[in-house]
C-alpha cells in the first residue's frame, strides 16, 4: 500500500509531500495504531534510566514542530525524537532546500532549522496523547552570534524540560553557518558545562532528571571523534547521538544532484556512520550510551548499527522510502541478540 502512496508523494516536490504526510498521520492516528502498532514486537530496552518499549525510534527533522506526534507514535516506533526547534521561529533557508536521490535511497537537505519555536510546540504538546517516551531536539537560531549560542540552548532547556523525556542538543547540524564550531575545544566544553549546570538545576526544582544527549556530525576524524567523547565524559552527557547528516557524498557521485549544498542523509551514508558509532563506542568504552542513526533501511542495517555500537537506533530517510513497515522490521530484526563492539545500557 506504502509503494502506492510514495509513487503519489514523490510526484509531489519534497517540502509538499512531506506537509501532506504530516497531515494525514495527523488525521489517521487511531487508523495507524490498528494498521501498524500491533504488528510492532516489543523487544524492552533500558537506556539512560528510561525504559524503551523497543529500540527503534524516530530521529529528529521529521516533525520540527510536533504536528504529528500522536500519528507517529502509533506507527510503533519505541521512541520519538521531534525538533531540531529554536528559541524564536525561523523561515530557514530559501526553497528549494530538499532533494531526492531515490537511486541512492538519499536526501540531501538544506533546510536550517526552519520551525515554529519552542512556544508553538509547547503549546502543541500539551494536547497530545502520546505517552511513549519522546525526545525534543533543540538548536540555536541562525541570528545569534556563535559566541551567545549558550543563551539559545539553555533557555530551550529550561522551556522544553517539563515536556520531555530526554533533551538533544544539536551542534552537528551543516545548514546553520558555523554550528559546527560548537563540536570542539573550549567552545564545546563550556557549552556542556553550561547544560549540565542548568540539568541539575531543573532536576532538582522538578524532580525529575531529563537525560541530555548531543548529537555529533559523521564529518569528523578519530582524533576529533576521541577529543569529543573525551569531553562528554568529562562533562556526564547521558548519550551521544550519531550521526547527523554528511557534508561528503559517499555513494552519489556523479549524480546530477550531488552538487546541491546541503546534508546527506539515507543508505548510502550507512557505513560512513557505523564507522563513527564504532569509533565513539571505543572512545567511550561503554560509559555512556550511543543512539544509531544514518541509513537505516532495513532490518539488516539497524542490527549493523547495534554491532557498531549503539544501544538504540532512529530512522527518517529509510522511513520515506520504505514506509511505516519498516518500523516493524528493524523492531523485529533487533529482537535478536546482536554482538556490539562496545554498546552499553546505562
Not at 77 to 99: D, K
Not at 177 to 194: I, P
Not at 271 to 276: G, Q
Request: proline share 6%; charged share 20%.
Amino acid at each position: 500500500m506504502y509503494r502506492l502512496a510514495r509513487s503519489a508523494l514523490f510526484a509531489l516536490d519534497p517540502e509538499k509531500a512531506h506537509a501532506l504526510t504530516l497531515t494525514s498521520l495527523a488525521r489517521t492516528a487511531s487508523l495507524n495504531a490498528q494498521l501498524f502498532g500491533r504488528r510492532v514486537p516489543a523487544s524492552p530496552r533500558r537506556v539512560m534510566g528510561l525504559d524503551f518499549p523497543n529500540p527503534v525510534g524516530l530521529a529528529a527533522g521529521l516533525d520540527k514542530d510536533g504536528r504529528c506526534v500522536d500519528g507517529l507514535g502509533a506507527l510503533g516506533f519505541g521512541f520519538l525524537e521531534i525538533g531540531t526547534v529554536t528559541p524564536h521561529p525561523q523561515p530557514g533557508n530559501p526553497r528549494p532546500r530538499v532533494f531526492r536521490l531515490p537511486e541512492a535511497g538519499a536526501l540531501i537537505n538544506r533546510l536550517g532549522f526552519n520551525n515554529d519555536g519552542v512556544e508553538a510546540l509547547l503549546e502543541r504538546l500539551a494536547g497530545r496523547r502520546y505517552r511513549g517516551i519522546l525526545g525534543i531536539n533543540i538548536g540555536k537560531n541562525a541570528t545569534t552570534p556563535l559566541e551567545r549560542a549558550a543563551d539559545d540552548y539553555l533557555w530551550a532547556l529550561e522551556r522544553v524540560y517539563p515536556q520531555a523525556d530526554y533533551v538533544t542538543v544539536n551542534i552537528s547540524s551543516p545548514n546553520t553557518v558555523g554550528l559546527r564550531d560548537l563540536q570542539a575545544g573550549e567552545a564545546l566544553e563550556a557549552l556542556l558545562a553550561d547544560l549540565k549546570a542548568a540539568q541539575q538545576r531543573l532536576a532538582d526544582q522538578d524532580g525529575r532528571y531529563v537525560p541530555l544527549a548531543v548529537k555529533v556530525a559523521p564529518d569528523l576524524d578519530a582524533a576529533a571523534l576521541q577529543t569529543m567523547a573525551d569531553s562528554f565524559r568529562r562533562a556526564g552527557v547521558d548519550a551521544v547521538i550519531a550521526t547527523n547528516t554528511t557534508l561528503s557524498r559517499p555513494g552519489v557521485a556523479g549524480h546530477p544532484l550531488a552538487a546541491e549544498q546541503g546534508g546527506l542523509s539515507g543508505a548510502s551514508m550507512a557505513a560512513m556512520a557505523n564507522e563513527v558509532i564504532a569509533a565513539l563506542a571505543g572512545a567511550l568504552a561503554g560509559e555512556i550510551p550511543i543512539i544509531g542513526v544514518g541509513g537505516i533501511d532495513s532490518g539488516e542495517a539497524a542490527r549493523a548499527k547495534l554491532a557498531a555500537g549503539a544501544s538504540l537506533v532512529q530512522m527518517y530517510t529509510g522511513l520515506i522510502y520504505r514506509g511505516p513497515g519498516l518500523v516493524a522490521e528493524c523492531a523485529r530484526a533487533l529482537r535478536e541478540p546482536v554482538s556490539p563492539a562496545n554498546a552499553t545500557t546505562r
